[in-house]
Structure formats: C-alpha cells, structure tokens
C-alpha cells in the first residue's frame, strides 16, 4: 500500500508516456483485428486482392446491400440470435438466482462438494455433448424451434451462472438477511427487497456472459436448426463463408461481422460499470 | 411481558454452546448477558430472536410458546453489532421497508417514520445511505428500525461496541429513555462491564454456556459467586491472593488503604488518572493493585493494610464463594 502510493507519487513525466505506450500497443493488439474487419467490410472485392486501386475507387456500401438483400435478409438472423440470447438469459437467471441462494444456505461441507462438482460442469468440454443434445432434439422434437433451444443454452450456461451468483450471495453479510428477517420479511420479500438488489452488479455481469455464450454458441446450434429463416448468427455467417465454392465472399463476411457485434457492444457499454464491479465483487460495504 | 427461557440447549457440530440455560426477564426489566466472547451469550440471543433454533428447552414470550415461531412472525426488535442496515436503501427506506411489508396505510407509516426521526435526531439525514452516516447515526438508524417493529422484546447485541468511548456515553442516555424501561423486556448483551453496570437491572455473568451469576450489579460486586464473577465486575480488577488452605482471598483495590501499621510492600508501577489512581504493589502475600484518590502522595514504600469485612473468600479448587460468617457490608 504504502509503496505503491510511494511509487504512484513519483511517476514522472517518461514513466507517463512509457506506460501509455504500453497501453497503446495493447489496444492496438486487441483492436485491430477489428479495424482490419470494419475496413474489409467497405472496402470493394476488387480491392481486397489488388492493392494497384487507387485510394478512392476502393470502398463500396455494396457488402452490406448485399448482406440485407438475400434471403432471408441479414436482419433476420440478428434478430433470431437476440431472441435466443435473451431467452437464455432470462432462463438461466430465473433458475440460478434461487439455486444460487439456496446453495450459498448450505452447510459448509456439503456446500464444498456441490460447488467441486460445478465447478468441474463449468470446465467440461459442452461439444462432447452436442450429439446427445441432438438426440433430445429429435426423441423431444425440439429441433428448428427458437425458444426450444434456451433449454440447453440455459443448462450449458447454469454451472458459470452459480458460481458467480453463489460467490455473490456468500458475500452479502449474515447480519443483512437476519435482520430483513426480524422485519417481517418473507423469504420471497427478502429476496425481491433486499438480496436481489445487493446483487445486481453479480446479476449483471451473469446475463452478459450467458448473454454472450447463446451469441457465440454454435454446435448446438447448427444441430438444431436447420431451416434458414431459423438460423442464428454463427451459423448463418458459416454460411455466407461457404456460399461459393470458387470464392471466399470477405466482404459480405466481414459485413455480417461488423453487424453481428453491434449489439454486444452495445449491451457492454451500457452494463459496462456494473461487469466491472461483479467481476471484481466484494463491492458492497455497509 | 415477560420474556421466559427453560432449559435451553443448544450445540454447534461437537461444541457445547448454551447448556440448560434459565433466563426470567421481567416487563420493562433490562438484563444483561455479560461474558467473554465465546461465552453463549450471542447465542442465546439469536435463539430468542428465533435466528437459530434450540435443541431442547422453552422460550415463552408473554406467557407463549416461541419455538416453533418463525423469526419473521416473532416481533422482536433487534440492534445488531454491525447495525445490518440495508446499505441499497437511504435512511427513510430502511425505516420503511419493515413497515410497508408489515402492512399499514401510508400515512401513519410517513408519520410514525417522521417522529422517530425527530426523536433520534435524524429528520437532517433521511435521505442519505447508510454509506454517507457517520457511526453514531448509523447507531441512531437501527434503534430507530428497532423501536418501529413495536416489538415484544428487544434485543441489542453489543450495540454499541463499535463507537469510541465518547459516543457511547453519549447514546448511553438516549438508549435508557427510548428502550429501557418502557413495556418491554429488554436483552443486553456485552463484553463491557461498565456498559451492563450502567444500564442493566440485572446482570447475568455466562461463563461456557452457563449462567455463573445473576443478579443486581450491586449484588454482583459486593457477593460476587466465584472468581470468574470478580474478576469480571469492578474495575480494576479485584486482587485474588494465593490459596492458603484451600482458599483463595480476595479484595477490591478500593478496599485496600495505605496504612502506616499495614504490611510493607514496594511499588512496581503507578497509573494516574486524576480523581484516582492505581498502584501495583509487591507485598508479602502477592502482587496487588490499589486505588486511592489521585492527590495522595505515596512514598517509595508504603504499607497497606484491608478490613476484614472487606475479605472475600473463595474455594481454590472450584473457585465458588465460601459462606461468610458475617454480614454483606451493604
């Protein structure tokens, strides 16, 4: 503590500039990949191959009229991956929250072997499961149906869920819940009035990464559905890649990249401080 | 009301916490559960709250049974150490939250929140966060929570352990007209013993989940039941002289004089604290601490001496009183 403000307090001038440095390059390193797809994305066929095109005949808005014009159009599959993520989180929350909470109860031995063993669901390889998911699919006639396909988003994302919820309602302390208790509070009145508020930045950080991992998802996906007006976004652009046999459209494909994290940025920049401070937790005091 | 524990027992996995522990605390009584931490007394606390459950015994409110009475529906007014105020919520929603639960027209909820308010001197701070309150208000927040249950008991747990010296004697007041003394029965619990001397009726003593004395602090410092008792009532601490024949003597500072016939003895340190001070002396039976009043001189070696009526006396084996032929000097 001490030498760390000791330090801080003589930062000069070339420390300044050299840490910025290093800063810069990071972002450089994280984000140009992404600049690279923005510029492919306006940028024309022609000149993705021939670097002789003159500065002004290279960008064109025609990957993405091409992208909104097929059908079904582009749109359709942003909306189909949101729909699903949505579901899925609002699934997974409504589920791991109460287990989350009933967990966190538990007397500590027992606590310490149900949490090795989610620990150990959150670190199995899910596409080991993708050809028994398939399986359930069929015997249940799940396939090619959005909301159907949450259930096993849900059951994938349960194990992250508890974790973090877990950790977060260990963290509130004992004396917050006893006294809501001498106040008359029903256990659900606890929960709604009290607990879940003190959550919600853990809550928060939850739904992104359930959020994020229906976005990305693709096995499950690509077993499950099949009729193009259905696709999600992953394997609606696996298409766009393997769409012609002689060419890869890169383009088009990074169009659809462009528009496909849209928004997930979005939804970062809005919940930004409350990721933030869930990831990092601890963060209630009295 | 009266507040009534039986025989209660409690244990946590091999530890014995509470053994048939009897309390009677009577309307508008204060009793204070006093004892190093670890003693039971928490314990015995949560279980009248209805926090944790006893495994065996009764604990009556009023005459009715509490047991098997979920916390939620024993209306109890408790201060918690930590205050456990709802740290999302300002002042006037902590204090309301209990209250809209409960039920109630808004109007007499508002008004009965205002006058707390007024009362504790809160009106100023209604909305702001637990956060943004110094100790003391914070303090002031959670008996104001507890006086709006409209309980049947309170219960306070070392509410006041967290606010230096000065703050405490100041709330000490406030807690005796707003808590203590009303209908209620009233539970302290503490480590202090100054605190429980100052505001309780009765004091229990718990040593090991048991109650080792009851009684007035009047009654606990001039007959107190074993060493453990003295030693824990009366600053400083009572002398406790070396057995001789199985028994032990002891005698309060202030019981010792300095006495030019007494017994030599040398100083080994000396604490001034205006009014008074103390000494640790070295005689012939031990070490000894002393009070006098603070502009006595004292010279390098003085003598001592102590009544005979000021002697208590104590069992070296089990440390218990011994019957004393004479009268209690009160």
């Known amino acids: 503590m001490t030498h760390e403000s000791m330090t801080r307090g003589r930062i000069t001038p070339g420390l300044m500039t050299r840490r910025s440095l290093w800063i810069a390059l990071?972002?450089?390193?994280?984000?140009?990949?992404?600049?690279?797809?923005?510029?492919?994305?306006?940028?024309?066929?022609?000149?993705?191959?021939?670097?002789?095109?003159?500065?002004?005949?290279?960008?064109?808005?025609n990957n993405y009229r091409d992208l909104l014009s097929t059908d079904p159009p582009f749109w359709r599959y942003l909306l189909n991956s949101s729909l699903v993520a949505s579901l899925t989180t609002l699934l997974t929350l409504m589920l791991a929250i109460p287990a989350a909470y009933g967990l966190a109860k538990l007397p500590q031995r027992l606590k310490g072997i149900l949490r090795t063993a989610v620990v150990g669901a959150a670190l199995f390889p899910y596409v080991l499961l993708f050809l028994a998911l398939l399986e359930l699919a069929r015997t249940?006639?799940?396939?090619?149906?959005?909301?159907?396909?949450?259930?096993?988003?849900?059951?994938?994302?349960?194990?992250?869920?508890?974790?973090?919820?877990?950790?977060?309602?260990?963290?509130?302390?004992?004396?917050?819940?006893?006294?809501?208790?001498?106040?008359g509070l029903s256990l659900w009145q606890r929960l709604r009035w009290v607990l879940l508020p003190l959550i919600a930045p853990a809550s928060a950080s939850t739904a992104i990464l359930v959020f994020l991992f229906a976005w990305n998802e693709y096995p499950v996906a690509l077993t499950w559905l099949s009729r193009s007006d259905l696709l999600t976004l992953p394997v609606?652009?696996?298409?766009i890649a393997g769409s012609s046999t002689y060419s890869v459209p890169y383009g088009t494909y990074a169009a659809a990249t462009v528009l496909g994290a849209i928004p997930l940025l979005v939804l970062v920049l809005v919940f930004q401080r409350q990721i933030v401070s869930g990831l990092t937790n601890g963060a209630i005091k009295g | 009301m009266t507040l009534q524990l039986r025989a209660i027992n409690k244990r946590f996995g091999e530890r014995q916490?509470?053994?048939?522990?009897?309390?009677?605390?009577?309307?508008?009584?204060?009793?204070?559960?006093?004892?190093?931490?670890?003693?039971?007394?928490?314990?015995?606390?949560?279980?009248?709250?209805?926090?944790?459950?006893?495994?065996?015994?009764?604990?009556?409110?009023?005459?009715?049974?509490?047991?098997?009475?979920?916390?939620?529906?024993r209306r109890v007014g408790m201060v918690f150490q930590s205050y456990a105020l709802f740290p999302h919520?300002?002042?006037?929603?902590?204090?309301?939250?209990?209250?809209?639960?409960?039920?109630?027209?808004?109007?007499?909820?508002?008004?009965?929140?205002?006058?707390?308010?007024?009362?504790?001197?809160?009106?100023?701070?209604?909305?702001?966060?637990?956060?943004?309150?110094?100790?003391?208000?914070?303090?002031?927040?959670?008996?104001?929570?507890?006086?709006?249950?409209?309980?049947?008991?309170?219960?306070?747990?070392?509410?006041?352990?967290?606010?230096?010296?000065?703050?405490?004697?100041?709330?000490?007041?406030?807690?005796?007209?707003?808590?203590?003394?009303?209908?209620?029965?009233?539970?302290?619990?503490?480590?202090?013993?100054?605190?429980?001397?100052?505001?309780?009726?009765?004091?229990?003593?718990?040593?090991?989940?048991?109650?080792?004395?009851?009684?007035?602090?009047?009654?606990?410092?001039?007959?107190?039941?074993?060493?453990?008792?003295?030693?824990?009532?009366?600053?400083?601490?009572?002398?406790?002289?070396?057995?001789?024949?199985?028994?032990?003597?002891?005698?309060?500072?202030?019981?010792?004089?300095?006495?030019?016939?007494?017994?030599?003895?040398?100083?080994l340190s000396r604490e001034w604290f205006g009014a008074n001070q103390m000494l640790l002396v070295r005689c012939d039976r031990g070490d000894l601490r002393l009070v006098?009043?603070?502009?006595?001189?004292?010279?390098?070696?003085?003598?001592?001496?102590?009544p005979g009526t000021c002697e208590h006396r104590f069992d070296a084996v089990s440390g218990r009183r011994l019957p004393s032929d004479r009268l209690p000097s009160d």
């Not at chain 1, 869920?161 to 877990?166: E, H, M, N, R």
């Not at chain 2, 009248?48 to 529906?73: C, F, K, T, W, Y």
């Not at chain 2, 006098?292 to 102590?306: L, N, Y």
Request: proline share 6%.
């Open chain 1, 26 to 61: 990071l972002l450089v390193w994280s984000l140009a990949p992404m600049l690279w797809q923005l510029l492919s994305s306006f940028t024309t066929a022609d000149a993705l191959v021939n670097d002789q095109l003159s500065f002004w005949s290279r960008w064109t808005l």
């Open chain 1, 140 to 183: 249940f006639a799940l396939g090619n149906n959005l909301i159907a396909i949450a259930i096993p988003y849900s059951a994938l994302s349960m194990p992250l869920a508890l974790l973090l919820l877990t950790a977060a309602f260990e963290a509130l302390p004992n004396d917050l819940e006893d006294a809501a208790k001498l106040e």
């Open chain 2, 292 to 306: 006098c009043p603070g502009e006595t001189a004292i010279e390098a070696e003085p003598r001592i001496s102590w």
């Open chain 2, 89 to 267: 919520l300002n002042v006037w929603d902590n204090l309301e939250l209990g209250l809209r639960m409960r039920g109630g027209s808004a109007a007499t909820r508002d008004e009965r929140i205002r006058g707390v308010l007024e009362v504790l001197q809160l009106s100023g701070q209604a909305r702001l966060r637990p956060s943004q309150l110094s100790g003391g208000q914070r303090q002031r927040v959670a008996l104001a929570r507890a006086l709006l249950r409209d309980p049947l008991v309170y219960l306070l747990d070392e509410p006041m352990s967290n606010l230096d010296a000065q703050l405490r004697e100041d709330l000490r007041p406030q807690l005796r007209r707003l808590m203590i003394g009303g209908e209620q029965p009233v539970v302290y619990v503490t480590h202090d013993q100054q605190e429980a001397m100052a505001l309780a009726d009765r004091i229990a003593v718990m040593r090991e989940g048991r109650i080792e004395q009851i009684g007035t602090p009047r009654e606990l410092y001039l007959q107190p039941a074993s060493t453990y008792v003295a030693q824990f009532i009366g600053r400083p601490q009572m002398n406790l002289l070396p057995a001789r024949d199985g028994v032990i003597t002891g005698i309060r500072p202030d019981d010792l004089r300095l006495d030019p016939a007494g017994s030599p003895c040398t100083i």
């Open chain 2, 17 to 73: 916490v509470l053994h048939q522990l009897d309390l009677d605390v009577a309307n508008g009584e204060c009793v204070a559960l006093l004892g190093a931490s670890g003693c039971g007394k928490s314990t015995a606390l949560r279980l009248i709250a209805g926090l944790d459950h006893p495994d065996q015994g009764s604990i009556r409110i009023n005459g009715a049974e509490m047991v098997d009475v979920p916390a939620e529906r």
């Open chain 1, 236 to 239: 609606a652009m696996a298409r």
